[in-house]
Nanobody
Framework: QVQLVESGGGSVQAGGSLRLSCAAS????????MGWFRQAPGKEREFVAA????????YYGDSVKGRFTISRDNAKNTVHLQMSSLKPGDTGVYYC?????????????????WGQGTQITVSS
């Protein structure tokens, strides 16, 4: 089993920056892709970003391209999401996710492991 714990959430004004971290523990050798999803109130969970085991492949949702950067530290079993130029539309609960699959997908069903989520609130 794999456990994921997010940290770094909080409140920020529009235009500001935040950095999220996700620490993985347990059977981390099972992890290949790690990613971030978010869910706003009343909306479905949506893909934000993902990164391959080597860090050589990264993927981003259209709404965050150019503003968010995902990175990975395998020595620490940690993935980070650097968020800049934040907008009120970025508000939501951000979830860390991981999958043993060696292929990318933006579907939530592709990811076997999930964190509890951390709240991000961006005020205008």
């Amino acid at each position: 089993q794999v456990q994921l714990v997010e940290s770094g959430g909080g409140s920020v004004q529009a235009g500001g920056s935040l950095r999220l971290s996700c620490a993985a523990s347990g059977r981390t050798a099972n992890i290949y892709y790690m990613g971030w999803f978010r869910q706003a109130p009343g909306k479905e969970r949506e893909f934000v970003a993902a990164i391959s085991w080597s860090g050589g492949r990264t993927y981003y949702g259209d709404s965050v391209k150019g503003r968010f950067t995902i990175s990975r530290d395998n020595a620490k079993n940690t993935v980070h999401l650097q968020m800049s130029s934040l907008k009120p539309g970025d508000t939501g609960v951000y979830y860390c996710a991981a999958t043993p699959a060696a292929a990318f997908s933006y579907h939530t069903s592709w990811y076997a492991y999930w964190g509890q989520g951390t709240q991000i609130t961006v005020s205008s």
